[in-house]
């Protein structure tokens, strides 16, 4: 695999925490259904990972992995176009997370901002395991084993890719190093021919002498265009371009997105843990009482006050739900106390209904027929392994313990 085919990848996953709500959708789904037409896109479901944490009361982990499957195929993530998976189901994770373990230094785990944050925080937990102070090793290798060079995430996990990007430059440091890598290298230079040598050569010298970086993107471009290098001397010359030896892990880097932020029915940050969401293919009933209940801004009381649509949680929703006239007529009508609540309330039932149509219209088939999600499960952690095999072969070999 090439550096392109790594800036190609993009993986993700999700915690089966349940049933997903609008905040998911508007926060990371729309993100992934734009990504799967643009990238070679691995999707899952991390089921292990929610073991660091719920060990003690996992709950039915299972099922919560199937209907976060049925939220994200409903909102538009299709399996023709992008992996659809359940880590556990792709047990190389666990290999890889643990040859990953071996090269890691403690001290860099107890330093990962979350890891202390956490365990202060999910006081209900026992969280002083071997298992969760590993968390970010397995997140590592969840992204790794793909050779990914984009990670969708929000702000709370870039930390942890970056923490991946140091495990994976740690781990070509001590295994891509070859016992000829410049003899093997300078060889494979010449097998290039005249001209592309000379270039590769030039571009080289450029970036290590001068830390120039377009030269480096000069050399790789040239490099991936290259048709009569094996894989083992393109990676090869890629790394050597750097200075080091091989690279076995490309370094994977974050990719944030601004998303919209949709506030909970009660103003605050929407999260199951706080009962205020509205859910994906919610039905229209509920949605219209749940809008109708949510909160406004505090100084409306009475019809006659005017309210600030800056100060109201409805209004948010608006931002995302609403054109520009209607969001002037709400913004208009608020301040003059020309209309009330329950008016402002009314299009936007409509159009959050209207978005939820189409959830429900497609998730219906896999609501009806759990076998076919069990299906798209099992066919897209195959794809994924078939992926996941061909790094670890790599890996182990780079390590020493392929016994071929
Ligand atoms: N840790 C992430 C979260 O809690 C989920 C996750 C696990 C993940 N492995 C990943 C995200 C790999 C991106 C890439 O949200
Ligand atoms: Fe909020 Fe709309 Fe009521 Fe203004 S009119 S306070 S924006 S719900």
């Not at 060079?149 to 070859?178: C, K, M, T, W």
């Not at 409805?314 to 609540?341: N, P, T």
Request: glycine share 6%; aromatic share 8%; proline share 5%.
């Amino acid at each position: 695999m090439s550096s392109n085919d790594s800036e190609r990848r993009v993986v993700s996953g999700m915690r089966p925490t349940g049933r997903l709500h609008i905040a998911h959708y508007h926060g990371v789904l729309k993100n992934w259904i734009r990504l799967q037409h643009e990238y070679d896109c691995f999707f899952f479901v991390a089921d292990w990972h929610a073991l660091t944490t719920h060990y003690q009361e996992p709950g039915d982990i299972e099922q919560f992995t199937l209907d976060t499957v049925i939220d994200w195929l409903a909102a538009g993530i299709s399996p023709g176009s992008c992996t659809v998976f359940v880590q556990s189901r792709v047990p190389e994770h666990a290999e890889l997370h643990l040859l990953l373990s071996m090269v890691t230094p403690k001290s860099w785990l107890e330093r990962v901002p979350s890891y202390k944050d956490q365990i202060t925080r999910l006081q209900d937990f026992d969280l002083d395991t071997y298992g969760f102070l590993g968390y970010p090793v397995l997140q590592s290798a969840d992204i790794l084993v793909y050779r990914a060079g984009n990670v969708p995430v929000g702000a709370d996990q870039v930390a942890h890719v970056e923490l991946s990007r140091e495990i994976a430059r740690r781990f070509n440091h001590i295994y891509g190093r070859e016992p000829q890598f410049e003899e093997l290298a300078e060889a494979a230079i010449k097998k290039m021919g005249r001209k592309p040598a000379r270039l590769y050569g030039k571009a080289r010298k450029d970036y290590v002498e001068r830390g120039d970086t377009e030269a480096l993107e000069r050399a790789r471009a040239l490099l991936a265009e290259q048709q009569n290098l094996s894989i083992g001397d393109r990676e090869r010359l890629f790394g050597y371009l750097e200075g080091g030896g091989r690279i076995i892990l490309p370094e994977p880097q974050a990719l944030l997105t601004d998303s919209s932020k949709v506030p909970g029915l009660d103003g605050e940050k929407m999260s199951k843990s706080q009962n205020n969401t509205l859910r994906l293919r919610e039905d229209p009933v509920v949605v219209e009482q749940k809008i109708r209940t949510m909160q406004t801004d505090p100084n409306r009381v009475r019809r006659n006050d005017p309210g600030e649509p800056g100060k109201c949680p409805v209004f948010e929703l608006h931002e995302i739900y609403s054109d520009q006239d209607i969001k002037d007529w709400v913004a208009d009508g608020c301040r003059s106390a020309g209309i009330g609540c329950v008016d402002c309330k009314v299009p936007l039932i409509d159009a959050i209904n209207e978005e939820q149509s189409q959830f429900i219209e497609r998730a219906e088939q896999f609501e009806n027929n759990p076998d076919l999600v069990r299906s798209i499960i099992i066919e897209g952690s195959e794809a994924a392994r078939d992926v996941a095999r061909e790094t670890l072969d790599d890996v182990r070999s780079a390590i020493g313990i392929s016994y071929r």
